[in-house]
């Protein structure tokens, strides 16, 4: 994990947007979704990229989400709560290479993030515009990762969190969140049953809900993915981004950062395919996207070994399927014994001991290929979001 390290920052933010109906939100007050009752929209947040701002600015800055302070919401830097997140490696593939064929396959590992996974950069993000905004008490429904981000990086800016999980998490994440001393109610059901009740407790007890893009802070920690993506392959992005969608706030964003650059000049308009990875048990955004639909239905089959996986209806399901329309992507499902196995894989050959999630992208990978979706000779990046120590419990050794 990175240092942290005292930050100074000029956040170029100048107000929130609404990306279905273009309505225009104050970004220097609490925001949650667009304030228009026929929308609801998740608000983006804009920058001024016109200053003719050159990438030549990150040379020597903390290799961290925060070397793009520019571009992140925070606009003082005493209300930056960081833990050394983001700047995570590439690694490219080794011992699995008899499969790739003359593929250039690699992945960006959000294991070394702190609390274990990509979430600590939206947390960080939200966490930090919630101080600076003089929020007290901070609530989030979560399928474990994101509850444990949330309960670190209240800690560390002295706010109040509350987590609501359902009961069938594996105990680790239970177990993290009341250690860094959060508020922690097990709930029946699965994520969208513990949004429901949060909801209704929010309300009585003034918490901000932090939910996934229900708020327009996590979607700009998530977007540095993007960044970092564009900076460590020199400028060129990949053909391929193979992104594990439960909630999809880390392939909206990734998509948001590349819009970003190319209009600073950063980089140029060429796109990677992006394609949506879901467990079965919740299939909803590939189903949606197969049959041509603006939105998903709601869809849960129950328990998988991918905590991250079981969302059964994102809020943003219409710009998730956006971005992969836009992308001329494609979006499939794993089952929950192709991800075992090919957790067992990575693990046995590649060293990698990586969370269920990112497993279920190396099948899709050797799926794609075999179809000949994708090509020979693209550059694949595949982003495992999480630590496969945490999921332990889930998995048949």
Not at 207 to 219: A, C, D, G, I
Not at 247 to 275: C, H, N, Y
């Amino acid at each position: 994990m990175n240092t942290p390290i005292a930050l100074e920052t000029d956040s170029l933010i100048t107000n929130l947007k609404c990306p279905e109906c273009g309505t225009l939100h104050n970004a220097a007050v609490i925001n949650t979704v667009c304030i228009n009752p026929a929308c609801r929209s998740t608000l983006f947040a804009q920058y001024n990229l016109t200053t003719g701002i050159n990438k030549s600015v990150l040379q020597g800055r903390p290799a961290t989400m925060w070397r793009y302070k520019e571009f992140l919401p925070v606009t003082d830097d005493k209300n930056i709560v960081t833990l050394g997140e983001g700047f995570t490696p590439i690694i490219p593939l080794q011992n699995l290479n008899k499969f790739a064929g003359d593929n250039e396959v690699l992945w960006k590992d959000e294991a070394g993030n702190p609390t274990g996974s990509f979430k600590a950069r939206g947390i960080s993000a939200a966490v930090s515009k919630a101080k600076e905004l003089g929020i007290e008490a901070i609530a989030t429904p979560t399928a474990g990762n994101a509850g444990g981000a949330l309960a670190a990086y209240a800690a560390r800016a002295d706010i109040k969190a509350i987590v609501y999980m359902p009961k069938q998490t594996p105990q680790v994440f239970k177990d993290e969140c009341r250690l860094y001393g959060a508020q922690l109610l097990e709930v029946d059901g699965n994520i969208s049953d513990c949004g429901k009740l949060i909801n209704e407790h929010a309300l009585l007890n003034n918490w901000f809900q932090v939910s996934t893009l229900k708020e327009p802070y996590r979607l700009e920690g998530k977007k540095t993915m993007g960044y970092e993506i564009a900076e460590q392959f020199n400028w060129q992005l990949p053909d391929v981004i193979l992104y594990p969608t439960g909630g999809g706030t880390g392939l909206i964003g990734i998509w948001k950062a590349f819009d970003e650059m190319e209009q600073m000049g950063w980089i140029g308009s060429k796109r990677p395919r992006m394609v949506a990875v879901q467990s079965e048990s919740c299939n909803g955004i590939v189903a949606a996207f197969n049959a041509g639909k603006q939105v998903s239905d709601f869809a849960d089959g129950g328990f998988t070994i991918a905590n991250g996986l079981r969302v059964p209806k994102p809020y943003a399901d219409k710009q998730i399927l956006n971005v992969l329309r836009e992308s001329k992507g494609a979006a499939l499902t794993i089952s929950d014994t192709e991800m075992s196995h090919s957790l067992k894989e990575i693990a046995r050959y590649e060293g990698m001991l990586i969370a269920p999630e990112g497993a279920a992208l190396w099948q899709a990978f050797k799926k794609l290929k075999a179809s000949q979706w994708i090509k020979n000779g693209e550059q694949v990046l595949m982003i495992n979001t999480g630590s496969g120590y945490k999921y332990l419990e889930n998995i048949d050794i």
